[in-house]
């Protein structure tokens, strides 16, 4: 039992870090994790800003530890003597000390493999990423029902988003209504996109010939960007669109500003489809 027994420094340190994490811990929580991103302007991100500041309080007690065991050896252990230091006695392992270090960061792996895996299909808010063409019902909103469909589609080198609901127009801005659930439907018609819409916490690769389902619902009135997280060509840095969240009212009335300034483009659109393939019309010879 000895060996398990710590020395009279050690228990200082730890004294040390135990009252630092109990302090800091908190602190984490409450100021830094409403900063942390993506922010909570969407349920989906939402959820990944909880998800971010639990790992971040998780951590906050290990980096502590690291912090003050590394101050207690620089200054415990620093050489003092005149001349070239001698290496200590060799060290050889010690059971206990494996055996807790193993059990500790076990468990923290094990909690957290087991929470993000639940965190993944709450069945309430989604994911906010791509789930394929037709998503688990247990990883889709409970009113995903009643979401308004919207199209993203990528291509070299921009986003445009087409609206099913009304007459198929398709935009070159992201007009969304607040407090109302929107299922994107993510695709391309030329090479791989990623569709990133940081504010919303909705992140969905763009593939031809697929389509990829994400699930947010804003509810907050804000301007923001979305951006392509996949490096698809020349001009992928300035392949990005506006988003605007806006009132119910503000939304229909854009909506038909925006039916009447692209119909003559509109009827030239091809039937909505929730995917695209490309058709080449030159082939190398």
Not at 24 to 49: K, Y
Not at 195 to 209: E, I, M, R, S
Not at 252 to 268: D, F, G, I, V
């Amino acid at each position: 039992m000895s060996a398990l027994r710590p020395s009279p420094e050690m228990r200082r340190v730890l004294l040390v870090w135990l009252v630092l994490s109990v302090i800091a811990t908190p602190l984490v929580v409450i100021l830094l994790g409403p900063q942390l991103p993506p922010g909570a302007a969407s349920d989906a991100a939402h959820g990944q800003q909880q998800d971010n500041t639990v790992m971040t309080a998780i951590v906050t007690p290990i980096i502590i530890l690291l912090i003050v065991y590394f101050a207690y050896v620089l200054s415990a252990f620093k050489h003092r003597a005149e001349g070239e230091p001698e290496d200590g006695p060799p060290m050889r392992g010690d059971v206990s000390v494996m055996a807790l270090w193993i059990g500790v960061t076990l468990t923290i792996v094990i909690f957290l493999a087991a929470w993000g895996a639940y965190e993944l299909f709450p069945g309430e808010t989604g994911a906010g990423g791509g789930q394929g063409p037709t998503p688990l019902a247990i990883a889709t909103p409970a009113d995903a029902s009643t979401a308004l469909p919207v199209q993203v589609i990528g291509q070299q080198w921009a986003w445009t988003f087409r609206y099913p609901t009304y007459g198929g127009v398709e935009t070159t801005e992201l007009v969304l209504p607040v407090n109302r659930q929107i299922r994107f439907t993510v695709t391309s018609i030329d090479v791989i996109h990623s569709f990133w819409a940081l504010k919303l916490g909705v992140k969905a690769d763009a593939v031809p010939n697929t389509s990829n389902v994400a699930f947010a619902k804003p509810v907050k009135l804000e301007a923001s960007t979305v951006r392509c997280a996949e490096l698809c060509g020349l001009w992928h840095g300035h392949m990005y669109a506006p988003l605007y969240v806006v009132t119910p009212a503000r939304f229909l009335a854009w909506m038909a500003e925006q039916r009447s300034r692209w119909s003559p483009a509109t009827r030239y659109l091809p039937p909505y489809a929730t995917k695209y393939a490309p058709e080449p019309t030159y082939r190398a010879e």
